[in-house]
């Protein structure tokens, strides 16, 4: 399996910060990325794929990017909602898909 | 407008079985494949089963592998999950989520479900 590791775990900024968030896989996955936003209680939300594509709909704030075994999501200018916990997921290989553990972004 | 609507879950004893499903809305299902994602309390998010637009094609986790089996019916837009032999580490929160093509092959996962909870405790 290939396994994703996030970094860091837990992250503390202000509204009006850039935040990045690394994720690593343990093999290539070229540029099969995906990053989500998720919230409890609510379904998880596509931001990124293939690693720098930004979801319709998704805020431009949102950036991504890598490709083989590193990677970074960005957010610029944290917004209020942008508090939540965000996962990064190669689909490289399917079996299995994996996540990375999830970096949760708190407010400071 | 796309929308997927968890139901089903619930409480279960040990060793017991439950099904659940998934329904599907504002894209043309049999074009799409589909997974569940699940997440205990407490932790992050895990792929557990998948399976393709056709319904030809399914895949599992090792971690349920003999013990989850996917489905679904093109005519109804409806995704299944049963799991049989449940353990306590089932506990957990089930999404289900519409792969990014039709084949399984290299899939994100572009909408997710609000998920339903299962619990199994004795």
């Known amino acids: 399996d290939i396994q994703m590791t996030q970094s860091p775990s837990t992250l503390s900024a202000s509204v009006g910060d850039t935040v990045t968030i690394t994720c690593r896989a343990s093999q290539s996955i070229s540029n099969s990325l995906a990053w989500y936003q998720h919230k409890p209680g609510k379904a998880p939300k596509l931001l990124i794929y293939?690693?720098?594509s930004l979801e319709s709909g998704a805020p431009s704030r949102f950036s991504g990017s890598g490709s083989g075994t590193e990677f970074t999501l960005t957010i610029s200018s944290l917004q209020p909602d942008d508090f939540a916990t965000y996962y990064c997921?190669?689909?490289?290989?399917?079996?299995?898909?994996?996540f990375g553990q999830g970096t949760k972004l708190e407010i400071k | 407008e796309v929308e997927l609507l968890e139901s089903g879950g619930g409480f279960a004893q040990p060793g017991g079985s439950l099904i659940f499903s998934c329904a599907a809305s504002g894209f043309t299902f049999s074009s799409y494949a589909m997974s569940w994602v699940r997440q205990a309390p407490g932790k992050g998010l895990e792929w557990v089963s998948g399976?393709?637009?056709?319904?030809?094609?399914?895949y599992y986790s090792d971690s349920v592998k003999g013990r989850f089996t996917i489905s679904r019916d093109n005519s109804k837009n409806t995704l299944y999950l049963q799991i049989n032999s449940l353990r306590v580490e089932d506990t957990a929160i089930y999404y289900c989520?519409?792969?990014?093509?039709?084949?399984?092959?290299?899939?994100?996962?572009?909408?997710w479900g609000q998920g339903t909870l299962v619990t199994v405790s004795s």
């Open positions: 989520a519409k792969g990014s093509s039709g084949t399984y092959v290299k899939n994100y996962f572009d909408f």
């Open positions: 997921q190669q689909y490289n290989n399917y079996s299995p898909y994996t």
């Open positions: 293939k690693a720098s």
């Open positions: 399976i393709s637009g056709s319904g030809s094609s399914t």
